[in-house]
């Protein structure tokens, strides 16, 4: 199984792999630049040449690239949005330095607008961004439902995707506490939530996991996230999740309240599940 954490990129690409080991990891997540946004640090792309090369030794899975959390290609204001759209164009380019893995991006906030405007917006910005070249797959993140966040179901997600004008790069990152906070019961009903995933948006674009357990009641649209097994998803559930044959073969990224000891302990856990 492919599984690893969330990791800081200031250190730089390599060092994020040989981390990674240490956590017997094998892929990781990073923010493309800082999680509160700015500009992004130049690329060394010799660090990134180390990074794939430790990868290809060690067998990794696809990378989960992580979009600043600032950014907002639906916001309200046009220069939150202008600002939104040029984080997603660079960083797309930036991805090419470690090429064919996963861009993950919350869909975005419509801030009042109301949904179909967002979602019009959120593809737009895709549609301008990602080129025909890129061998990057840009994921969409099914969100809580916190605010007026867009993607709190698989409907408004599928409406994304049905704009996209290269299909075969978007896909779904599906994060176990923002469902079950968005109110699907991955508890009680997983091949149920999972059979209306493939209804709705169609199973082959779901691309990676987010595992997390959740702090808050299913349709709570809080987005707490609780260690493995301390939450009220619990430890059945999300060993549910990794040994489902529909998702098993999906890099699961750990995004839990933990350092890097937690985090070493939690894979350990989850290997010996596996
Ligand atoms: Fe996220
Ligand atoms: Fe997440
Ligand atoms: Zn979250």
Redesign the pocket.
Same mark, same amino acid.
């Given at each position: 199984m492919y599984i690893g954490n969330h990791l800081s990129s200031s250190k730089g690409f390599e060092n994020m792999g040989k981390e990674a080991l240490k956590l017997n990891a094998n892929t990781f997540a990073f923010f493309t630049r800082s999680p509160r946004g700015g500009s992004a640090k130049a690329i060394n792309e010799g660090d990134a040449m180390k990074l794939r090369n430790l990868m290809k030794e060690n067998n990794f899975g696809k990378l989960v690239a #992580?979009a600043p959390y600032t950014m907002n290609v639906c916001a309200a204001k046009e220069d939150i949005r202008s600002f939104s759209r040029n984080v997603l164009k660079e960083d797309l380019e930036r991805m090419e330095y470690l090429p064919g893995n996963y861009y993950?991006f #919350?869909p975005g906030s419509h801030v009042g607008q109301g949904v179909e405007k967002a979602i019009l917006l959120i593809a737009d910005a895709i549609n301008d961004s990602l080129k025909q070249s890129h061998s990057t797959t840009v994921l969409l @993140?099914t969100m809580a439902g916190k605010g007026s966040e867009v993607g709190r179901n698989f409907e408004e997600l599928r409406e994304i995707l049905d704009l996209i004008r290269l299909p075969e790069k978007v896909g779904i990152c599906f994060?176990t506490c923002h469902v079950w906070d968005g109110g699907y019961d991955i508890v009680c009903n997983l091949d149920g939530v999972l059979e209306e995933f493939d209804k709705i948006i169609g199973i082959e674009k779901l691309k990676a996991v987010?595992l997390n357990d959740s702090m808050n009641a299913r349709g709570s649209h809080k987005d707490r996230h609780q260690k493995i097994g301390e939450g009220e998803i619990g430890l059945d559930a999300l060993m549910a999740v990794v040994t489902h044959p529909l998702l098993s073969d999906k890099p699961f990224i750990l @995004?839990t309240p933990n350092d890097n000891e937690g985090y070493a302990r939690e894979i350990e856990m989850i290997r010996g599940f596996v």
């Open positions: #992580h993950n #919350h @993140e994060d987010h @995004e």
